[in-house]
């Protein structure tokens, strides 16, 4: 390897992905940052909010957060509260 690069391989390139995409229970997002990690878009976004199927708080007049929790609970994962606890 050449000046410290590493070898891109498949497997390196899913973990990075993996990496990248993790949610953190105890993180605030943004609905931007919550589609991506979601893999959603606006539209579909703003129809969990609107629903209440995805909870999000309302910071300022029209921008929301959304708590990494929040979204593990969407996707059916529990977070590291819920696992050691047995609750949700």
């Known amino acids: 390897m050449h000046g410290g690069w590493s070898r891109v391989t ?5 973990e990075n992905k993996r990496k990248a995409l ?7 997002y943004t609905l931007g940052e919550a589609r991506t990690l979601l893999r959603i878009g606006r ?8 629903s209440g199927e995805l ?10 957060r959304v708590l990494g929790s929040e979204l593990l609970r969407y996707l059916g994962t529990p977070s590291r ?4 606890t047995g609750h949700s």
């Not at 498949?10 to 899913?14: E, G």
């Not at 993790?22 to 605030?28: H, L, P, Q, Y």
């Not at 539209?43 to 609107?50: A, G, H």
């Open 22 to 28: 993790s949610i953190e229970a105890d993180t605030v």
């Open 43 to 50: 539209n579909l976004m703003r129809q969990l909010v609107d």
């Open 10 to 14: 498949a497997n390196n390139v899913d």
């Open 55 to 64: 909870r999000a708080k309302k910071v300022g007049k029209r921008r929301y």
């Open 81 to 84: 509260n819920e696992e050691k």
